[in-house]
């Protein structure tokens, strides 16, 4: 008789303990994006003229539950801009970016705290060890991740810096660019990354300053529509180019210094048997030390990059 009821006590203990277990993983799963706005603390909004989200609510112009995205729009085109990654203890990774300056905060049984985990300290230093960076005058565009879970970094729109979100880490990705680069290495490596059907891939070889203005602003930061768009073409039907990344079959690149129109092509077939000549357009920054007086000093290298597309 003692031997069954203290089975019993175990069983209903073991069922007490994975009910509240589940009942706090429910209860975090349940917070969206507008719940967590609502419980950011006061150097979440520094860079803004509030310093509660009750303040600032007024100004939310976007609130997307389904990509944990939300945005605040004042004066001037400035904007908040917030969204959240899922861990898998429960609980949310939370990142914040204003008028240049982005911060990140841990979510944990109903509290937010300002954090540097999770790759986010080695992510400031890259920003701060850019070869677009100068001690004088920095401007840095972070772009929340309204789609997808990657992350950009421009600085001073002269160098773009790509962190992926892979186990619960944000890891960087630096394929491209390197020193002494040639317009046969951009273009080749750029159908590389086409095959591979990996948006962030492609999106390194794209002019830093035309990714801002065309994919985060025209595309919404929408990465792969962009990268479908920028190599879009004609063949014997009229304009063509693939619905998604992995709708491309293969890219071959082809060097044709006869061809009298661009030197470097991509030959791109679709998995629905249509293919097209990819012209792509050519452009090099040049990245120069920065005086104190605002002038350039010295040229510290020259970048190849992707900025379009030749139709």
Known sequence: MKTTRKKFNMLALFVITAIGATSCADAQKEVDVKAL?????????????????????????????????????????????????????????????????????????????????????????????????????????????????????????????????????????????????????????????LISADADRCFQYVEPSYAAYQCMDFFDGNIEEFICDLIAGENEQGPIKPAKLSDIKTATYRYTPDDGFANHIILIELTNGQSYTYYASLETIEIFEMRENGENGELITRIPYISGGLR
Not at 50 to 69: F, I, K, Q, S, W
Not at 104 to 115: A, D, H, P, Q, V
Not at 138 to 146: E, G, K, L, S
Not at 179 to 191: D, I, K, R, W
Request: hydrophobic share 35%; net charge negative; glycine share 4%.
């Open 37 to 193: 706005f609502d419980l950011m603390p006061a150097e979440a909004f520094s860079m803004t003229d509030g310093e509660t989200p009750a303040e600032l609510e007024e100004y939310m112009t976007v609130c997307d539950t389904e990509n944990r995205y939300l945005r605040l729009e004042f004066e001037d085109q400035v904007y908040w801009e917030m969204c959240y990654w899922d861990l898998k203890d429960g609980n949310k990774l939370i990142a914040v970016s204003c008028i240049g300056i982005f911060n990140y905060f841990l979510y944990s049984n109903g509290e937010i705290k300002s954090t540097t985990d999770f790759g986010v300290e080695e992510m400031h230093r890259s920003v701060e060890n850019s070869i677009a960076s100068n001690p004088y005058d920095n401007w840095i565009d972070f772009y929340v991740p309204r789609h997808g879970t990657s992350v950009y970094i421009s600085v001073n729109r002269q160098d773009l810096l790509i962190y992926k979100w892979e186990n619960e880490q944000f890891v960087q990705i630096r394929d491209y660019p390197t020193q002494n680069n040639t317009h046969q290495e951009l273009v080749e490596g750029f159908a590389s990354a």
